[in-house]
């Protein structure tokens, strides 16, 4: 199979299939549609944005040829299974993307949360290119590889160690993002931390999770502009979650912040529960960053020096899960 496509073509291809994603086919929008529906966490919003970001960010042919230049891609081809998340529409395309140009013959495992869109635009790929058929394989169980990424739970990561511990791997955990605010952000950037904060109902690893802040930081202005996304607490699921929580912090006493959509809580741990955002003070903002930027919990940073406020969700083809080079590694086999 490598030898019958070219990386160039590849990249083609893919550059293609932003185009077909960017259009208003109606088998793409029923695709949409469709996704939507079997899910209750995916709105259509959602599914755009996700759509968006892969199309300006993975997508174009220049961003593409200046990511592959990077890296000597493999002679031969191993068998390459990939477990994908389902916690957000399309989670697993950027590996999509380095299987697919890496050459290797890849079987997917999917998430039954997330496979409507992925089945469709592999088939899209299949009918332009009949080669791809060779290359890609969407399979519930995966056999006989060479190789595996997989991406889960913490609890699942534990699983999939002892299945694929023996061969070469890649094995994701539970991740977090968190912002580091200093009390100089203007209120466009407030707006935007919002996005990072509540987008994909806070599901993602690169979602907010909590905020860290100065000593005496005034919430006040920061909750009121957080209210532009009330209209979260429209979804039953999140709307269930949000009143459960409130629910035990009251019965316990737990001193807490909120507008009508989100529950701002006192507390270290990067990771919250959907509808809370935690926060916690810092005194000196140096010792911090290094805590961070170590911690293997923590997927991005977002605030000024790092990535920027509303571009968590954007991230580029380089910036890889869990900081751990994807294309290096089967670049590698």
Known sequence: MADKLSTEQRIDLLCRLGEYMESNELAWMD????????NQWFTPTHVSLV????VNEYLQKDKLMQWVSNYKLPDTNKQV???MAGNIPLVGFHDFICGFVSGHRLLLKLSSKDEVLLKHLIAKLEEWEPTVTEQVTIAERLNGCDAYI???SN??????EQYFGKYPHIIRKNRTSVAILDDSETDEDLALLADDVYLYYGLGCRNVTQVCVPRGYNFERLITIFNRHNDYADLNKYKNNYDYHLAIYLLNRVPYMSNESLLLVENDMPFSAVSVLHYKYYDNKEDLVKHLTTSEEIQAIIGKGF????????PALSEYADGVDTMEFLCSL
């Open 307 to 314: 990535i920027p406020f509303g571009d968590s969700q954007k």
């Open 51 to 54: 759509i968006d970001n892969i």
């Open 31 to 38: 695709i949409q549609d469709r996704a939507v529906g079997a």
């Open 150 to 152: 997989a991406t889960g």
């Open 155 to 160: 609890n699942t990561a534990r699983y999939f």
């Open 81 to 83: 299974g990939i477990v």
